[in-house]
């Protein structure tokens, strides 16, 4: 169910349309008042680079075909920070926009209107730096990008590969299209394709997959007759192109059944890498041969395949280590194990692991991320391969699929796609922000972590020139932007996520960083840093009111010393703070911002300054929200169900309503007529509704300004609402007699599924949950009985082991388009919580969260509490949430299955299977 209102302001009358008549005769009619011309509609945008992608000495232009007589444009940073703006003339139709050359290094949104019209057309862009001449070699770099010119991608795409850096393609020659005649091999049409990329340096890394019709009946092969002629297909792929290759991947994704495989047991697998494999060094000997070909690194199938000898016949190991949404922290884990389970089976022949898939898709799928956060993980994930010394990252992919936000497969793209409204392979933040990273990458070796910081994740290396170079990010879950103070001699450079460089001079020995979510990157030679207390925060505002921030700086100094502020946001308006800080002390000021009319994220940039040399640089995000906010939320009575509008004034001053109309398939209606909302306050209205579909409403106050919301309406069974009683849950891992004394959810009754064919559900697997909740948070107490408690994994991946996953949404099953995952197990480093799924953005943690587990005589007792105010936009006061939960079964030997109650988290991400549940006052 949608909950934000967008506010509507009344439109400008047109003048009106007047006809006078004469009382008398003969008297002239006065002509009709001129109608208002109409705006003139957005402007048209082309690009003058294919993608709007400017490598240096480029024209920066882009071509807006308009009727106005001008067009203005603004380009933005992602986060919404002007980064230049300016007017160009329309000529014959077109307008030529053009960007400074002192546009940094970088990623920008573009917005250009006509003159006299309120529409924009938008594009994007990226300026990037030059490619050293070694990433167009043959051999240099680590970097490269999956595409899929072998399907339906046009190549045209191929021209953006080099300029960010990527030295490599990860594509297929499909098997059943190079061989159409039984021992005939035609290799054109991937000569077609792949010819332009290998001619301007870039090495292909082939997949030599899937099924041929010719054999097996197109399944995996596993017949003698089969296999061979799949090894003469591999052999006859490395040799047609074996000076040119990276590799060449034996299979993809076999273990789970990527493009309708059905043979996926690592016997078969095994048997056919021996065959292919052997075919390849013989053909090609200089061919590095990879495998095997796993898609789930957590289920136990690569182990078997290394058990029955894989590792002998491949030079690197393939992993696709994906964790969309959680962030790319997560890879650090991963790679440990991983490569501790190569290391175990390699007989001291240890062989480089290579990341050939992994990627964020963008989008509104409920896995989805935005594209700022897909760049930051981009990033994390290169420094982390980088620092285990993967052989190639290769980022999946170059382009969007499609244009569908809501299709995960086709949005996991570094370019929009080649029909996007956006224009063809205009660039997402992720293609910046890769191309920055290959740069800085390129060559460099890692060299470890000298002083590790709480909250603060640090990758450090030696550059390909012998320069320290470190990036840097706040941990998942800190919500926080810690400043760092670093020893340095002299000065340094630091490079932002998408490449703009800026020097850093060191002041009483020190330079200062804040590190936020995104990565930073620290060049040249500094000492181990330490937090120090300087910051800089916007506090939320509502919509035409003034904004504070609280700015904080130390003063390490013996003396006293005077500090200025300046700050810019979207106003274009500087505010500015000048304070005294004693020797040695800190302060902290609050500091008044213009108002910002425009609802949503606000960009402020901000730099302190003492006697004129610049201390730090800080950047914050403010929220302005509508001074007044309509809501329309489910809720459940005894009987009766419908939709609750609410009201809810942060004005500060009381507002008067004209009324709320609402409107449900054929049904309408108006409530709240003349009702007086008071400062801080909230009115509301139930509107009785039994039939399923789109709602709408819009409220409007007496001044005219209106407000609307909508969402979807799914009537629920009341039989099927599970009461959730008010009863407070001490945690300690002790199950509270008032929780034991109530029925709570039989799991033994719940259904398991097996994780892999042939596992059935363990003896005695079972056990009991109870939600309950009161005015601070939602509790779950949940006791399983486990014959063995296995829990290898830690942070994203606890659903491998034993523990439990369950959902939070807002109103019936189905109405969310966002909600919470959370789990909750008991590691080896004790109880953990992790979020997968956020309804409110994309947090990792639970803000306030309480957590206890504890593991008795075959039973696991788990405890938790998630306040309200960290779960979005569940209320308990709407009287109606849905929920779903999932108990995982680990007994030692990898995930053996689960047990579901409900619905929408292991099978599929669908919050229509979610359980109703009513709060009890």
Known sequence: MTRSATPARPARALTALTTVAAALAGTTLLAPAAAAAPAPPAPVLSPTRLGNVFTPGAERTVVATSTARSVTWTARQDDGAVAAHGRATTRAGRAVVRLPGSLATGWYSLDVVAA???????????????????????????????????????????????PAGATSVRDEAFWGHVETTPGVLDFSAVHARLDPLIASGVRPLLIADYGNPLYDGGQGPTSEAGRAAFARYAAGLAAEFGPHLAGL????????????NTTNGAADYVALLEQASAAVRAAAPGVPVLGPAVGNLTSGWLEDTFRLGALDHVDAVVAHPYSYPSPADELDAQLDALQALVHRYAAGRDRPVWITELGWPTGTAVRAVGEREQAANTVKAMAIATTHDVGRYYAYDLVDDGDDPADTEQNFGLLHSATSPQGAFTPKPAYAAFAATAGLLRGASAVGDDAPLPGVVRQRFRAADGTALQVLWAGTGTGTAPTLAFPAAGPVSTVDLYGARRTLRPVDGVVRLQVGASPVWLRGTVGAPTAVADAFAVAATTAGDPATASWTVTNPDRRARTFRLRVTGPTGHPATATVRVGAGASRTTAVPLPAVTTTGAAAYRATVERGGTEVVRFAATGTVTDPVVLRGAHTVGDGTQGLRLSVTDRSGEPVTLRQVRWSAGDRQGTVLTGAVVLAGGTVTADVPLDAAGAWTAEATLDDGTTYRTGGTFVPVDPAAVVDVPRTTVTVDGVLDEAVRARPGLDLDAAPFTPAAAGATRPAGFGGRAWFTQDDRALYLSVQVRDAVQSQPATGASIWQGDGVQFTVAAGAPGEAPAWNEIGVALTAAGPQLHRWLDAAGARTDVEGAQ??????????????????TSLGDVRPADGLFSAALVVNDDDGAGRLGWLTWGGGIAEAKD????VPLRPLT
């Open 249 to 260: 991947e034996v299979w993809n994704e076999w273990d789970v059944g990527t493009s309708g």
């Open 851 to 868: 957590l206890a587990v504890t593991r008795a005589q075959g039973t696991t007792t788990y405890e938790v509490a998630l306040p309200w």
């Open 116 to 162: 006299g019209g309120t529409e924009a057309a938008t594009t994007s862009l990226a300026v990037l730096d030059a490619v050293a001449p070694a990433a167009a070699g043959t051999a240099a770099g680590t970097f490269g990008v999956a595409t899929h010119y072998a399907t339906t991608w046009p190549t045209a795409s191929q021209q953006l590969v080099a």
């Open 911 to 914: 919050s229509a299977l979610f």
